[in-house]
T-cell receptor, first 114, second 112 residues
């Protein structure tokens, strides 16, 4: 099965409301949980991340929650704006040998409706 | 900001032909990665490298080779391109899996 499962794949919200994206994982050793945003025609860019010593992190309108016991982490965008319309990816480092590689979720297309 | 440059931006190839995608980074990052992006699959790792001279298989390496001749350059090679390799390919560099990845602008490859 997938090492990182991301849901939903498509999300439409009204401007000003909140949007939530969830990811679940299998590897209990994971300790770093980033989120990337990809605008149409652009490359993915890191927007927020959280490490395992935290349960919550907020940067402006972005909130990340981490539940290590349940092996889930989520991105919440409060007061969504049209500029938040994009694809969002969660990711996890997957340990291999002496280093890590980043494995991405399947992505969520967020559309903010004015 | 970290700079990762990919070339070409767009490429049309014929089935059975050889395709080379190039990536250059000026960040002095040890790690470089090649991903492909397809609808419904997100970003999938093809090959990666820990430094000059090293290449490692990612999650979907079949049909692809990689070359890392220097710290700055990392190439993805399709020896015998197939239509199933039509995709958008992203190169990225980083200090390691637990740190930020910096992506290039992508290469859109169409194999006819």
């Amino acid at each position: 099965g997938e090492q990182v499962e991301q849901l939903p794949s498509i999300l439409r919200v009204q401007e000003g409301s909140s949007a939530s994206i969830n990811c679940s994982y299998e590897d209990s050793a994971s300790n770093y949980f980033p989120w990337y945003k990809q605008e149409p025609g652009e490359n993915p860019k890191l927007i927020i991340d959280i490490r395992s010593n935290m349960e919550r992190k907020q940067i402006q309108e972005l909130i990340v929650l981490l539940d290590k016991k349940a092996k889930r982490f989520s991105l919440h965008i409060t007061d969504t704006q049209p500029g938040d319309s994009a694809m969002y990816f969660c990711a996890l480092p997957m340990a291999t040998g002496g280093n890590n590689k980043l494995t991405f979720g399947q992505g969520t297309v967020l559309s903010v409706i004015p | 900001e970290a700079a990762v440059t990919q070339s070409p931006r767009n490429k049309v190839a014929v089935t059975g032909g050889k395709v080379t995608l190039s990536c250059n980074q000026t960040n002095n990052h040890n790690n470089m990665y090649w991903y492909r992006q397809d609808t419904g699959h997100g970003l999938r790792l093809i090959h990666y490298s820990y430094g000059a001279g090293s290449t490692e298989k990612g999650d979907i390496p079949d049909g692809y080779k990689a070359s890392r001749p220097s710290q700055e350059n990392f190439s993805l090679i399709l020896e015998l391109a197939t239509p199933s390799q039509t995709s958008v390919y992203f190169c990225a560099s980083g200090l390691g899996g637990a740190e930020t990845l910096y992506f290039g602008s992508g290469t859109r490859l169409t194999v006819l």
